[in-house]
């Protein structure tokens, strides 16, 4: 059985009011640079409490949301009924399984430096977004270490990303058009931590 990582963080999560602006920041960006439509089925990786996708939900007709934790999954549920949205739960470690969806897009914030091989993850990504589907990513820019506490630093294998090799990750898995843009900063006692967006296409016929 896999640990759950944030099982003494879940009930807490959404009292840091840093880490809820920082969602927010990330879900006007991804409002911003996505045309979303009521047809539209994504998939949420990572999607934790659901800050991310309550944001979004209003404005698609499904979200999946995909999430190893047990206790942030439970956060998910009980908000369930307030989204504007279908929400289904997943309670799926994505690098070790493989889900039979094909949907209109992947959304994320804050969980790929939580993934071993992001390659791996950009391949899987691919296989789910159907042709002229797109994926919008977000996670930190490559720090020193600092961002996370020692108690916090489970589970965390990348001190965040350069843009560029993110950006080249998803290209190599197949994605065209990327484009990354700064969407957040995080301010935190030690020191500030910027935040970007990848957006990119799979492009239909390929
Ligand atoms: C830092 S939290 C971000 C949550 C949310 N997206 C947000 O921005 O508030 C990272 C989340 O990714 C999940 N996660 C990490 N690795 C995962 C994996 N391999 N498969 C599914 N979920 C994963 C964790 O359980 C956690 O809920």
Redesign the pocket.
Known sequence: MSV???AQK?GS?EQNQS?VD??AN?AKSVLETIEFDQSMHIV??????????EKIAPYVGKITA????KS??LQLHEKRSRLGCEIDILE??????SIPLQVDGVV????M???ENIEA?FVKFYSMVKAGGFIAI?DLDTEDGSFHTEDEST?VFHHGFERGAFAKAAIKAGFQLAKVSSASVIHKPQGDYGVFLLTAVRLAGR
């Open positions: 759950d990582h944030f879940a999560y880490r920082n969602v990330i949420d990786f990572g999607s934790g409490t659901g800050l991310l996708l995909v999430d190893i934790s942030m999954n799926v470690d994505l690098e070790k399984t994320s914030s804050m969980t430096h939580h993934v993850m977000s589970g």
